[in-house]
């Protein structure tokens, strides 16, 4: 069982930056890859980043490629996600979640998610 806890969330104008963090408890953190998520209002949960267990693999969105680096410290049990240069349509729920499995089955566990506004 993993429980992960998502923070650094809030307001920021377009254009500044922000770094979420999910602090996994457990164990096993360094067993997962790691990823993280996004649901605007409206709109469906869609894929941002992954990191693979050791930190060799890396893979993200489109629209968030250049501007959004996912790292992790296995030693700290945390996930992070660095986001610069921050749109409007950036604005939305953060989730991170850890997954078992290869690239592309489904995430076992999520946090709850951190909210992001971002200011035009």
């Known amino acids: 069982q993993v429980q992960l806890v998502e923070s650094g969330g809030g307001l920021v104008q377009a254009g500044g930056s922000l770094r979420l963090s999910c602090a996994a408890s457990?164990?096993?953190?360094?067993?997962?890859?790691m990823g993280w998520f996004r649901q605007a209002p409206g709109k469906e949960r869609e894929f941002v980043a992954r990191v693979n267990w050791s930190s060799l693999t890396t893979s993200y969105a489109d629209s968030v490629e250049g501007r959004f680096t996912i790292s992790r410290d296995n030693a700290k049990d945390t996930v992070y996600l660095q986001m610069n240069s921050l749109r409007a349509g950036n604005t939305a729920v953060y989730y991170c979640a850890a997954q078992s499995g290869a690239v592309g089955e489904a995430y076992d566990y999520w946090g709850q998610g951190a909210r992001v506004t971002v200011s035009s």
């Open positions: 457990g164990r096993t953190f360094w067993k997962y890859a």
